[in-house]
């Protein structure tokens, strides 16, 4: 597993095959795309990657500049308006 950081760290498993082919997935953007950046450059078969987050403002110019494509959902239990946690796991 690698890490790359932007505004905060995010991991990338390689695949042991060297022209494997991957599709990139963030969950919360946070108003920085630049990890993600560095998988992709550091990655070229990376083809494809989608950005999830509750907020358009901002992000989905970021994910769409870097060629990504950017959907407006939350990721929740249920659905609704609540507060949010950030666990720190790591």
Not at 18 to 47: D, R, W
Not at 60 to 73: A, H, M, N, P
Request: net charge negative; aromatic share 10%; charged share 20%.
């Amino acid at each position: 597993m690698e890490s790359f950081t932007g505004d905060e760290r995010k991991f990338f498993i390689p695949s042991v095959q060297p022209n494997f082919t991957y599709n990139m997935m963030t969950l919360g953007v946070g108003h920085n795309v630049q990890a993600e950046v560095s998988i992709m450059k550091k990655y070229p078969t990376c083809l494809k990657y989608v950005a999830v987050d509750p907020s358009d403002e901002i992000n989905e110019k970021l994910v769409t500049d870097v060629g990504g494509t950017f959907l407006q959902y939350a990721v929740g239990a249920e659905s609704g308006i609540a507060p949010a946690n950030l666990m720190g796991i790591l």
